[in-house]
């Protein structure tokens, strides 16, 4: 197997699924496209990346899901044919999952490789492993993102050495680059009726970083931070293109070199969701630039099974029983502090402020002061839990990529936002605008693809967890409180009639809370295992290509996932969740069941005790 049909095995069948743009990859396998226009005399297109491509490379597989085929594919079907096939937003029926390693030149191992033993550097077909794609959905698209070599300071280019390719590093500006295609009277995206409205898209001052400096032409790609990644300039293939966008935006690329001579790395990611293993898949290719021209390719596929909430009828049963006693109970809780005030309120309503004083009386207890806070506190979680199921966890569309060109107010343009600023002080829309000094009304969009609603969301779940565990510490000072009223207590004679009232008050003060605190630690389970699976992959295109790598606090993708995703660890790990949650929320129930009947036992008759509290 030739290094060269390696490359195309995996690099096409991996980016099979993204639906109609699959020639967009077979465009990066091969490598071709025109170099960066920001010189002063273009050459004629070249292969994309000078230099060799791909003589040495490293792959790693770890593993990838499927429907379960293991068989190879069928001998009446080539592996050109089975490359050949449009996927129509699903990935290819086959593909190689089995380790590999590059040990020697044009040499390949398969399954576990130790370098320097020579059996392992005969490839042989019977070790690889193939399992099916076919029900794996790609998830939002294709995310390519690309970094650019940055000016060398102290580099100065000359005549000299012009039988080498490059003879120095070329001063070149970073911000932005490329050919905006919709102004390029040679691309097929040429649009006459916009020639005199570019200043609507571009600052087109004298000077701007928005315009090449030799043709005046304006660049549309701009350097762009995203999460965990350095500066590059990320672009989205989005699944819900048609055909005939899906080819603009190809052409875009190719015709506005997206990619040239002074790119040094490319990325390109895919999620991907299979809904009857409840499994989701993850798939990385890297390429990157050595020296002397030659470009390391890397490969990296993984899975990750989901845990869902709510999915079968009998679940969501449940969660709806637990909502309506999670209300039930809040409510009764405020029910019974105004049941002990309105009685006495009503018996001296012809006392004047005679309400206010009970009221003032009643709260003079910090017991009760700590109960209203706690009955408070259920229904502000309440809220919010409800906020956060309904409101942020349902599937949301995957926003699609519209044409700017079209329209002013779109919401992207490849990748891009475009946004309102002040009306004085630009003249359009800020569609691919960079900061500069010189027009400081033109900043760089922002990311308008799900960050600052992923942003929202996780902001809620941590007020969500404060307030968990503040509640626990109301909870632990009325525990306290008991135990200071009963250290207070000068007299103490055990009744039976009081121990049998404490019992009876306790285990209701004990049942009105379990529906709460049960709810409380499944939203524990639910931060850790939901919120960092189901929510990342059915949300927009940012949260997508995030998922491996920061969600569900199991750390970086890449040097955690060897171990972090392991079927036995990641069950493990929910078991250990459960039981430590259960165990000591009814722990602390029993703390303060206790404490109640040796405190009220001890105290005998009540006797309001503005210090200690009311209660006792």
């Not at 992923?454 to 009325?478: C, N, P, T």
Request: proline share 5%; aromatic share 12%; glycine share 6%.
């Amino acid at each position: 197997m030739s290094l060269q049909e390696h490359r195309y095995d995996v690099d096409i069948r991996l980016a099979a699924a993204v639906n109609t743009a699959d020639e967009m990859l077979q465009w990066l396998s091969q490598a071709a496209v025109k170099t960066d226009p920001s010189s002063e005399s273009p050459p004629p297109p070249p292969p994309i990346i000078p230099g060799e491509v791909v003589r040495s490379a490293e792959m790693r597989y770890t593993f990838v899901v499927g429907e379960g085929e293991t068989s190879v594919p069928p001998q009446s079907e080539s592996r050109r044919q089975l490359l050949a096939k449009k996927s129509a937003g699903q990935a290819d029926e086959y593909v190689r999952t089995t380790y590999m390693d590059y040990t020697k030149h044009d040499e390949w191992a398969l399954g576990p490789v130790t370098r320097g033993d020579p059996a392992a550097r005969m490839p042989s077909e019977s070790q690889a492993r193939l399992v099916g794609l076919k029900r794996n959905r790609l998830v939002g698209g294709l995310l390519l993102h690309t970094r650019r070599e940055v000016e060398a300071e102290s580099s100065v280019c000359t005549a000299r050495f012009q039988q080498l390719a490059r003879s120095c590093f070329r001063g070149q500006m970073v911000d932005s680059f490329g050919i905006d295609t919709v102004f390029n009277p040679g691309s097929a995206l040429f649009r006459p009726d916009l020639q005199d409205e570019v200043g609507w898209y571009y600052n087109t001052t004298p000077g701007s970083a928005m315009l090449n400096e030799h043709t005046l032409s304006p660049k549309p790609f701009a350097l762009r931070p995203l999460l965990d990644r350095a500066p590059g300039v990320p672009l989205v293939i989005d699944t819900g293109l048609g055909a005939r966008r899906a080819q603009e935006l190809y052409t875009f690329i190719q015709d506005g070199a997206y990619i040239g001579e002074y790119t040094t790395h490319i990325e390109a990611t895919m999620a991907t969701w299979n809904a009857q293993r409840q499994t989701m898949g993850f798939l990385q290719l890297d390429w990157t630039r050595l020296r002397k021209g030659i470009w390391q390719v890397q490969y990296e596929v993984a899975a990750l099974p989901v845990t869902y909430w709510g999915v079968s009828s009998l679940r969501s049963a449940l969660w709806l029983l637990l909502h309506v006693l999670w209300i039930a109970v809040s409510i009764m809780v405020f029910a019974k502090e105004m049941a002990r005030l309105t009685p006495r309120a009503l018996e001296a309503t012809h006392k004047q402020d005679a309400y206010l004083l009970n009221l003032m009386s009643h709260f003079s207890g910090y017991g009760n002061i700590l109960a209203v806070c706690g009955a408070c506190m259920q229904l502000t979680v309440l809220g919010l839990f409800f906020t956060y199921h309904y409101s942020m966890l349902h599937v949301v569309e995957l926003s699609l990529r519209y044409h700017v060109y079209d329209d002013l107010h779109a919401d992207a343009n490849f990748f891009l936002s475009a946004r309102e600023a002040e009306p004085s002080s630009f003249k359009g829309p800020d569609a691919a605008g960079l900061v500069e000094a010189s027009a400081p009304a033109w900043t760089r969009p922002e990311d308008n693809s799900g960050l600052e609603e992923y942003a929202a969301k996780l902001q809620m779940v941590q007020q969500l967890g404060f307030l968990y565990q503040l509640f626990f510490m109301l909870q632990a000072g009325r525990s306290l409180i008991m135990m200071l009223r009963i250290l207070n207590a000068t007299t103490g004679q055990k009744r039976l009639a009081v121990v049998s009232k404490t019992l009876v008050t306790s285990f209701f003060e004990v049942i009105q809370c379990v529906p709460f605190f049960v709810s409380l630690a499944c939203f524990a389970v639910m931060f850790n295992i939901e919120m960092g699976h189901r929510l990342a992959f059915f949300s927009t295109l940012s949260e997508t290509f995030r998922v491996l790598g920061f969600f569900a606090f199991l750390g970086d993708y890449k040097s955690v996932k060897d171990e972090a995703w392991e079927d036995s660890a990641f069950q493990r790990f929910k078991e250990t969740t459960y039981i430590t949650l259960f165990v000591a929320m009814y722990m602390f129930f029993l703390g303060n069941f206790v404490l109640a009947i040796v405190c009220d036992s001890m105290c005998g008759t009540p006797k309001p005790n503005p210090d200690v509290g009311s209660v006792c």
